[in-house]
């Protein structure tokens, strides 16, 4: 006999430079602290496995991620504006960082070099 059973989301960190962290999750689950503890299991394996830093962005019409990256450590670094696709629409994403190897004031510079920036105070 074969079962099914729903997808509720993911968790990932990518292996380039970025070490871009990212998560998505099905409605149904929102608001009940899986991705924060899913994240922190991540995060203690990815310092174990000798990875720097992480970075992570959202959309700024997007608050309540900025917080899970805040609970898990991650601080608000700058935001930038860029031109979004597949929705081909200009969306301004926050980027936030983790260093794990102790150099806190070390900041990706990528998307700062790439994109029309800003840093947002009150934050």
């Given at each position: 006999?074969?079962?099914?059973?729903?997808?509720?989301?993911?968790?990932?960190?990518?292996?380039?430079e970025?070490?871009?962290?990212?998560?998505?999750?099905?409605?149904?689950?929102?608001?009940?602290?899986?991705?924060?503890?899913?994240?922190?299991?991540?995060i203690?394996?990815?310092?174990?496995?000798?990875?720097?830093?992480?970075?992570?962005?959202?959309?700024?019409?997007?608050?309540?991620?900025?917080?899970?990256?805040?609970?898990l450590?991650?601080?608000?670094?700058?935001?930038?504006?860029?031109?979004?696709?597949?929705?081909?629409?200009?969306?301004?994403?926050?980027?936030?960082?983790?260093?794990?190897?102790?150099?806190?004031?070390?900041?990706?510079?990528?998307?700062?070099?790439?994109?029309?920036?800003?840093?947002?105070?009150?934050?």
């Open positions: 006999m074969a079962s099914c059973q729903k997808f509720g989301g993911n968790i990932t960190a990518n292996t380039d970025s070490h871009d962290f990212g998560y998505a999750l099905r409605k149904e689950y929102w608001h009940r602290g899986i991705v924060t503890e899913a994240g922190r299991a991540l203690q394996q990815l310092k174990e496995d000798g990875i720097p830093y992480i970075t992570a962005t959202h959309d700024r019409n997007n608050p309540r991620s900025g917080g899970v990256m805040r609970q450590g991650m601080k608000y670094c700058y935001s930038y504006e860029e031109q979004w696709q597949p929705k081909n629409q200009t969306v301004i994403f926050r980027m936030y960082q983790l260093n794990l190897d102790g150099q806190k004031d070390w900041i990706y510079q990528k998307y700062w070099d790439l994109y029309k920036h800003f840093v947002e105070k009150d934050l």
